[in-house]
C-alpha cells in the first residue's frame, strides 16, 4: 500500500489570513506531496511497501541502510507535515 497525502479537512483559504491559500495550497499540494513520493520511491522494492508510516520510522533497523536516510527524512517530513494540518483545524 503506497502512502498517500492526506486530504485537508478544510479549504486552502480556510486559514486566511493568517495563511494565505496559495502558500496552503504550496505547501500541501507540492511541498508535502514531495515527501510522500519520494518516500514511496525510497521504499519501492523494498519488501516495506505495506508497513504504516508509524512502522516504518519506528523500527529504522528493519530500513536497507542505502535507503534509511530517504525513509527517515521523507517518512519524518510526511509525518510531521501530517500533524501540522490536524494541528490547524483544531
Known amino acids: 500500500m503506497p502512502h498517500e497525502l492526506p486530504a485537508l479537512s478544510y ?16 505547501h500541501h499540494s507540492k511541498h ?19 508497513k504504516s508510516l508509524c512502522e516504518l520510522l519506528g523500527n529504522l533497523d528493519a530500513v536497507p541502510s542505502e535507503k534509511r536516510a530517504a525513509v527517515r527524512n521523507n ?8 500533524f501540522f494540518w490536524t494541528l490547524l483545524s483544531a
Open 75 to 82: 517518512g519524518g517530513g510526511h509525518a510531521n507535515h501530517s
Open 32 to 50: 508535502h506531496n514531495a515527501y510522500v513520493t519520494n518516500l514511496n520511491a525510497a521504499i519501492d522494492g523494498t519488501g516495506l511497501e505495506s
Open 11 to 26: 479549504a486552502y483559504d480556510a486559514l486566511e489570513p493568517s495563511f494565505d491559500a496559495r502558500t496552503m495550497e504550496i
